[in-house]
């Protein structure tokens, strides 16, 4: 049974910086995608950002770009969220998702929650101050 554990929410004053932390048990971290989504209070789940296990290539939200960076571990069964020079508008319940089948999502398709298997319950970032 595959799981995904996030860590590292909080809250944190505009200009901060939350590190999110995303650990997977259950698969080897093979053909992996993995990805984040966050939903604010009355709006829609959207994507924040995708990495490819294998090929390690990376999707961004524009809202984000230049701000936030995904990465993983060696193992690839953990993937990071570094947010950087948070903003109020940053602020949502943050969710991991993954796929453990063969394939790749590309610029155009990173974002659709369909394809994800799997999902965290969701950590809360808040930035306020």
């Known amino acids: 049974q595959v799981q995904l554990v996030e860590s590292g929410g909080g809250s944190v004053q505009p200009g901060g910086s939350l590190r999110l932390s995303c650990a997977a048990s259950?698969?080897?971290?093979?053909?992996?995608?993995m990805a984040w989504f966050r939903q604010a209070p009355g709006k829609q789940r959207e994507g924040v950002a995708y990495?490819?296990?294998?090929?390690?290539?990376?999707y961004y939200a524009d809202s984000v770009k230049g701000r936030f960076t995904i990465s993983q571990d060696n193992p690839k069964t953990t993937v990071y969220l570094q947010m950087n020079n948070l903003k109020p508008e940053d602020t949502a319940m943050y969710y991991c998702?993954?796929?453990?089948?063969?394939?790749?999502?590309?610029?155009?398709?990173?974002?659709?929650?369909?394809?994800?298997?799997?999902w965290g319950q969701g950590i809360q970032v808040t930035v306020s101050s």
């Open positions: 990495i490819h296990a294998n090929s390690g290539n990376t």
């Open positions: 259950g698969y080897t971290g093979n053909n992996n995608r």
């Open positions: 998702a993954a796929r453990d089948t063969a394939g790749a999502a590309n610029a155009n398709t990173w974002y659709w929650e369909y394809q994800y298997k799997y």
